[in-house]
């Protein structure tokens, strides 16, 4: 079951071919961080373009490393959403275009799904149940995860999800983009404490979020006449601890509530160290365990892609040929269902 991964939901441009017997066959990815750089955050027209101009490219670049044609994979999957229109407008057409030419099926992947199976592309996956904890740029989230396709919301956030909330709190603090990444760095050279933040909706009695307030409260302290930029390092590091503290009593909660003891983060904010150690601190006390994606697999990728739809058709989906394109900009992953209770295939 040889598929080919394409993801170009935001600001990644990815590829991938994944055998579900041999596994990982080849990758390519290519990032526009510095593309965006000098706008500070992501321009939707110029990362369609980037897409359009990349993409081909970085298929042939996966099928030469195979020594592969097109006709010889099962199927092609790919991005269909969330995500930015026009970038998934981009790699919905690349992959149904391919698809209806060769004569296979292709498959919309729903982005968050791909995040959340990633980890079980590793050497020692977690096993069926478990919670899934997924903190991105966009998404915060926890999931009851029974199998491929067999998903329940167990919470959200209701407003900035947590990579968002880094972001903001980079730029507040005059720190470049990405902003997430530099504002963990930053954290890193500081320490808690120094600062009074909230940990909104710690004790909610439910697995929703919000760092909505968190981001204002940095927003009110860097804004006071005080404020001395040589603590910014402080500042950081107590905005990290508190998002940490949420992000852990929720996940913690979410297993609790359960009964389960695996617990998987994915997204692009479970690359940060911090994160982990405090989640497998956390996790260790309850005798569970956490599981995490490679940290190359933690930010966008074609390979979360492939892998994603090999384990849909794996399961008895059925996709119809390649030639209709079809994206959801917004698309809530609770709305998945196992392949086998769809109305549509």
């Given at each position: 079951?040889?598929?080919?991964?394409?993801?170009?939901?935001?600001?990644?441009?990815?590829?991938?071919?994944?055998?579900?017997?041999?596994?990982?066959?080849?990758?390519?990815?290519?990032?526009?961080?510095?593309?965006?750089?000098?706008?500070?955050?992501?321009?939707?027209?110029?990362?369609?373009?980037?897409?359009?101009?990349?993409?081909?490219?970085?298929?042939?670049?996966?099928?030469?490393?195979?020594?592969?044609?097109?006709?010889?994979?099962?199927?092609?999957?790919?991005?269909?959403?969330?995500?930015?229109?026009?970038?998934?407008?981009?790699?919905?057409?690349?992959?149904?275009?391919?698809?209806?030419?060769?004569?296979?099926?292709?498959?919309?992947?729903?982005?968050?799904?791909?995040?959340?199976?990633?980890?079980?592309?590793?050497?020692?996956?977690?096993?069926?149940?478990?919670?899934?904890?997924?903190?991105?740029?966009?998404?915060?989230?926890?999931?009851?995860?029974?199998?491929?396709?067999?998903?329940?919301?167990?919470?959200?956030?209701?407003?900035?999800?947590?990579?968002?909330?880094?972001?903001?709190?980079?730029?507040?603090?005059?720190?470049?983009?990405?902003?997430?990444?530099?504002?963990?760095?930053?954290?890193?050279?500081?320490?808690?404490?120094?600062?009074?933040?909230?940990?909104?909706?710690?004790?909610?009695?439910?697995?929703?979020?919000?760092?909505?307030?968190?981001?204002?409260?940095?927003?009110?302290?860097?804004?006071?006449?005080?404020?001395?930029?040589?603590?910014?390092?402080?500042?950081?590091?107590?905005?990290?601890?508190?998002?940490?503290?949420?992000?852990?009593?929720?996940?913690?909660?979410?297993?609790?509530?359960?009964?389960?003891?695996?617990?998987?983060?994915?997204?692009?904010?479970?690359?940060?160290?911090?994160?982990?150690?405090?989640?497998?601190?956390?996790?260790?006390?309850?005798?569970?365990?956490?599981?995490?994606?490679?940290?190359?697999?933690?930010?966008?990728?074609?390979?979360?892609?492939?892998?994603a739809g090999a384990q849909r058709l794996l399961r008895g989906e059925r996709p119809v040929a390649g030639g209709r394109i079809r994206v959801r900009p917004r698309?809530?992953?609770?709305?998945?269902?196992?392949?086998?209770?769809?109305?549509?295939?």
């Amino acid at each position: 079951m040889k598929v080919l991964g394409i993801e170009s939901s935001c600001d990644e441009t990815g590829v991938a071919i994944y055998d579900g017997e041999a596994g990982l066959l080849a990758q390519a990815l290519h990032t526009q961080v510095d593309l965006h750089a000098i706008y500070g955050g992501v321009v939707p027209e110029l990362a369609s373009r980037d897409h359009i101009r990349l993409l081909p490219a970085l298929v042939r670049q996966c099928l030469r490393a195979c020594g592969l044609e097109v006709a010889a994979l099962d199927a092609l999957a790919y991005t269909a959403g969330p995500g930015l229109a026009g970038a998934l407008l981009v790699g919905a057409s690349v992959a149904e275009a391919m698809a209806l030419a060769a004569g296979i099926p292709a498959l919309p992947v729903h982005h968050l799904e791909g995040h959340m199976l990633s980890p079980l592309i590793a050497d020692d996956p977690p096993a069926f149940p478990f919670v899934a904890l997924l903190a991105s740029g966009g998404h915060t989230q926890l999931m009851r995860v029974v199998d491929v396709g067999d998903y329940e919301l167990l919470g959200e956030t209701l407003d900035d999800a947590a990579g968002e909330a880094f972001d903001k709190v980079a730029k507040i603090l005059g720190l470049g983009y990405p902003g997430g990444p530099q504002l963990a760095a930053l954290a890193e050279r500081g320490k808690p404490g120094g600062f009074k933040l909230p940990r909104p909706l710690i004790r909610s009695g439910d697995l929703d979020f919000s760092f909505s307030g968190l981001k204002t409260a940095v927003l009110n302290v860097v804004s006071t006449p005080d404020w001395q930029a040589e603590r910014a390092a402080d500042l950081a590091a107590e905005f990290q601890q508190a998002v940490l503290d949420v992000l852990c009593a929720k996940a913690m909660a979410a297993l609790k509530q359960t009964g389960m003891r695996a617990l998987v983060a994915a997204g692009g904010v479970s690359a940060n160290r911090a994160l982990r150690a405090a989640l497998d601190a956390a996790a260790g006390l309850m005798g569970a365990r956490v599981y995490y994606p490679a940290q190359d697999l933690c930010a966008d990728n074609g390979v979360m892609i492939a892998f994603a739809g090999a384990q849909r058709l794996l399961r008895g989906e059925r996709p119809v040929a390649g030639g209709r394109i079809r994206v959801r900009p917004r698309w809530p992953l609770a709305e998945l269902v196992r392949p086998g209770d769809r109305g549509e295939s």
